[in-house]
């Protein structure tokens, strides 16, 4: 499998339970992204991960919890969530941070209830 | 700090015909500029990006887009549209060299191509 792949692709929870979507890049990336993509609004970065470390945090509310065990996988862990939350999320990748193309994947759609 | 106007929120067009989809910047430092396009239930694919060099870049699918530095604008325009090309359309921008890897997305243009 090639690129970036997501799961699951949908997703629906209430506030009360606890998720987590999974990121995985066959690229051979250092760099990967999270992004929220909500109706009517630009695509915001939530979180950037170079080299298995955090550097970047969007002032994210802690109920979005990151994680990135090793420079192919990104989970974003999600509890306690409201119903604004509902979104697009999206994951991407790019060879190392600052590097100009960032490689999406197709996103998981959240449903909060 | 940077932001990114995408000045129609739908473009709707006629098959063959060409189409221009309007993007502005603003930025104190020197940037790259990206384009990207999303199909239904999709991700983000990249259509064409300007780093340096040529101020007209040229990116998949027959798109083209064109950097002016004293507009501060990056317009995206196919000469000729296809059935296929229907969907929503993001510019995109970053700091040059050496930044944090943020991309700042203009909030995206539908484009309807009709037949």
């Known amino acids: 499998e090639t690129g970036v792949t997501q799961t699951p692709r949908h997703l629906v929870m209430g506030m009360t339970n606890k998720k987590s979507l999974k990121c995985e890049q066959h690229?051979?990336?250092?760099?990967m992204y999270w992004y929220k993509q909500s109706a009517k609004k630009p695509l915001e970065l939530m979180f950037v991960?170079?080299?298995?470390?955090?550097?970047e945090n969007n002032s994210v509310p802690s109920r979005f919890s990151p994680e990135c065990p090793n420079s192919s996988h990104l989970f974003l862990h999600l509890h306690t969530l409201q119903p604004e939350d509902s979104a697009l999320y999206l994951c991407a990748s790019s060879q190392d941070q600052g590097r100009e193309t960032q490689y999406f994947g197709p996103g998981t759609r959240l449903l909060v209830l | 700090a940077q932001s990114v106007t995408q000045l129609d929120s739908q473009v709707p067009v006629f098959e063959e015909a060409p189409v221009e989809l309007r993007c502005n910047y603003s930025?104190?430092?020197?940037?790259?500029l990206f384009w990207y396009v999303q199909y239904p239930n999709q991700g983000l694919q990249l259509l064409l990006k300007?780093?340096?060099?040529?101020?007209l870049v040229k990116g998949i699918n027959g798109f083209e887009a064109e950097f002016n530095k004293s507009q501060t604008s990056f317009h995206l325009r196919k000469p000729s549209v296809h059935i296929s090309d229907t969907a929503e359309y993001f510019c995109?921008?970053?700091?040059?060299?050496?930044?944090?890897?943020?991309?700042?997305f203009g909030q995206g243009t539908t484009l309807q191509v009709k037949p």
């Open positions: 930025s104190s430092v020197s940037v790259y």
């Open positions: 690229l051979g990336h250092n760099a």
């Open positions: 991960y170079n080299f298995k470390e955090q550097t």
């Open positions: 300007y780093l340096s060099g040529s101020t």
């Open positions: 995109a921008v970053s700091l040059g060299p050496g930044n944090t890897g943020k991309l700042i």
